[in-house]
């Protein structure tokens, strides 16, 4: 129930994020999202993708210092309260967000938010029985699209 | 230096004319002498007695003070190799004080002196404060740090030689200093340049009356400084800085101070024979050329360390008699290092160290490089490390903890608050053979 999530080291520099988004575009690799956190000095671009596998192997052939890391998407009503009731949830069950991002899907009236939990597995268990989407990877990419 | 300076800068005084002002004749048949006895209290010492006993030297085949040039090399490894006291010369009950080097890592290397080389010692620090301008009238505020380092006791026993007041402040704590200043209104000031840089900058910017200290003059040592550093602390505060040079494995400070004309450090050549050596061919080399310090001191008793390789770089001028009546070869400021030792806010840093820092934090070693600056009054230090895939993380608070624990090792063997900046994999430059992972902005070359 968990997706793939690739993030790289990025140098605050100009022109940085676009090399690897060049990167991606010359693979045909699409990006789902992705999210940037930064400091003043460095920041670290994570991104969702179709085939991560891939995209690791030609960021890395690339130069590119790559981390793989399992996150947990979400579905969540794309209307005032729908992020608060999720969190609420999560909150209940005594799990931490380490960060959190969230898009739009095209269609519907959904919005996917991607967590890092400390504890993926508990946060999944009560999602779930709260009666929430966790979405897999095939769901995923296919509202994706 | 070619024109030699004939104008003084304050009036010239000696403190010993009858050893800084020693007919050349009569030197150079003292050093002789005293060179003798050198190298029989060094035949004390297992390593000189097994390293002279292979040359063939005994102290009778000693008859110049020119055989100097025979004797074997000592360097800083052999201290280490050494450890603790292995070159020492003397009984433990004859030693009556020891210093140590700077060294925040690993082991120092100790000094160790006798109740003579401490009454020794306290004259040639006389000799280079009296020969830039301190009285016994005046008040002198030590801003080196007190304990192992031989520049705060060896300067405190020469003030006190001397008759004048010691202001023992030690270092740190800038606002206390300047209170100090001018409260006791000190007329002389002792510390390593880049702390007077810092000392000038805080008195200047919180808009102190000038006529509120009475500073005139300054010593500085622990590091190298250069002539433009001299002409903004003299012009900002208004006084005269002096340069001298010493080191702990010779002893510490008094090797060598600055006159009143200026005309490069007087070297004190009763009591050391300093000589310029080429450091590839380790031949001497004719006064004039530079090339790297060689000391060895004629008088110590407790360490006769012999032909010490400083891995300083500088020149012994050669153009005539000083105006101030020492007769006395003068040598110039340091102009570099033959090897690759950093000296940052005085501390002696290898580029190994901060490698062995580095391998301490995940893989953090391969690829780095050491940007040394003075964007200000002191020295900064930044070390760029190019990301690996086993310190990498999608967590910000992961990266920030790496970085944390990075700056906190450096401070652990380097003693020094230092700067980590990451950097991007393969941005940093690559080197064949040997790598050039300093870079160091400070501009001290002189």
Redo the contacts between chains.
Sequence with gaps: MKIH?I?L???NKPG?LNAICRTLAENQINIVTLSL?D?Q??G?V?LIVEDWEKAKEVLEKS?????V?EVVAAAVADRPGGMSEMLEIIGKCGVNI??MYAFALRHGSEAVLVF?FDKPDRAIEALKSAGRDVLDAVTLFGEAK | MNAMNTKPVTENRIWQPEWECMPRQELKALQAVRLREAVTRAMRVPFYREKLTKLGITPEKIRSADDVRHLPFTEKIDFRDNYPLGLTAVERSEIARFQGTSGTTGKPIWTAYTRNDVDRWADLCARFLVSGGVRPEHTVQISFGFGLFTGGFGLHNGIQRLGAAILPVSSGNSARQIMCMQDLRPEVLICTPSYALKLMDDILSGGLDRSSIALEHAHFGGEPWTEAMRERIENGLGILCWNNYGMAECGGPGLSGECVYRNGMHIQEDQFIVEVIDPDSLEPLPYGEKGEFVVTPLCREALPTLRYRTRDIGIIYDNGECACGRTTRRMSRIMGRTDDMLIIRGVNVFPSQIETALMRVEDAAPHYMIEVSRPGALDEVTVLIE???GM??????E??GIQTRLVKELYAVTGLQMQV???????LERFEGKSRRVKDTRNLGC
């Design positions: 999530q993030s080291f990025l140098e940085h956190a400091t000095q460095f670290i994570r130069g590119y210092v790559v981390n890391r380490e960060y890092r | 990301v690996q895939p990498f993380s999608d967590s910000m608070s990266m920030q900046k990451l950097v991007g994999p393969n941005t």
